[in-house]
Antibody, heavy 121, light 106 residues
Framework: EVQLVESGGGLVQPGGSLRLSCVAS????????MHWVRQAPGKGLEYVSG????????SYATSVKGRFTISRDNSKNTLYLQMGSLRVEDMGVYYCARDGNWHISGWYVEWGQGTQVTVSS | DIQMTQSPSSLSASVGDRVTFTCRASQGINNYLAWFQQKPGKAPKSLIYTATDLQNGVPSRFSGSGFGTDFTLSISSLQPEDFATYYCQQYKSAPLTFGGGTKVEI
């Protein structure tokens, strides 16, 4: 059974930093591109970032470029999202999602349960 | 960026109804279109990819169609567990973008 388990969310002040993690199991993690997608309270889904299976290529939404960094450790089956210079508009539930390909195709096959990020003073 | 527009934003239906809703892309995306289902407080669930193909385990009452800019998701006989919000997403080009969702209510 495929499992994606996010952690690392919490309350942070504007301008602060947070690192999210997503531990994967039930599939060959090193063969799948991975993504972060977020959802603001009461809003729709928004793409945040993606990374190829070997970590060699990354992509970011314009709204987070330069502030967020996606990375992965295939030896630990773990995806990360380092978030900096956080803004109120970054608040929401962050989901990791498994891509159906090794490259960043955007075809999401499975989703984690999400981790809540709250940005408030 | 490619804009994805879903309609209607919500609809009321009954168990057993056939429902159809649409997703329109601001430019052609071939068949790089996915549909997701999300229930309140839960993660999205992948239903359909490449506009027409069902993900493993998705009931056959769900079907997708379309190519280019206009797409539809249909549920042939609505079941109680189908009441949820449905999102479309294009993955033809970066940045990947989602529609605003269609909420299916009783």
């Amino acid at each position: 059974e495929v499992q994606l388990v996010e952690s690392g969310g919490g309350l942070v002040q504007p301008g602060g930093s947070l690192r999210l993690s997503c531990v994967a199991s039930g599939f060959t993690f090193s063969s799948s591109a991975m993504h972060w997608v977020r959802q603001a309270p009461g809003k729709g889904l928004e793409y945040v970032s993606g990374i190829t299976s070997n970590g060699g290529t990354t992509s970011y939404a314009t709204s987070v470029k330069g502030r967020f960094t996606i990375s992965r450790d295939n030896s630990k089956n773990t995806l990360y999202l380092q978030m900096g210079s956080l803004r109120v508009e970054d608040m929401g539930v962050y989901y990791c999602a498994r891509d159906g390909n090794w490259h960043i195709s955007g075809w999401y096959v499975e989703w984690g349960q999400g981790t809540q990020v709250t940005v408030s003073s | 960026d490619i804009q994805m527009t879903q309609s209607p934003s919500s609809l009321s239906a009954s168990v057993g109804d056939r429902v159809t809703f649409t997703c329109r892309a601001s430019q052609g995306i071939n068949n790089y279109l996915a549909w997701f289902q999300q229930k309140p407080g839960k993660a999205p669930k992948s239903l359909i990819y490449t506009a027409t193909d069902l993900q493993n385990g998705v009931p056959s009452r769900f079907s997708g169609s379309g190519f280019g800019t206009d797409f539809t998701l249909s549920i042939s006989s609505l079941q109680p567990e189908d009441f949820a919000t449905y999102y479309c997403q294009q993955y033809k080009s970066a940045p990947l973008t989602f529609g605003g969702g269609t909420k299916v209510e009783i």
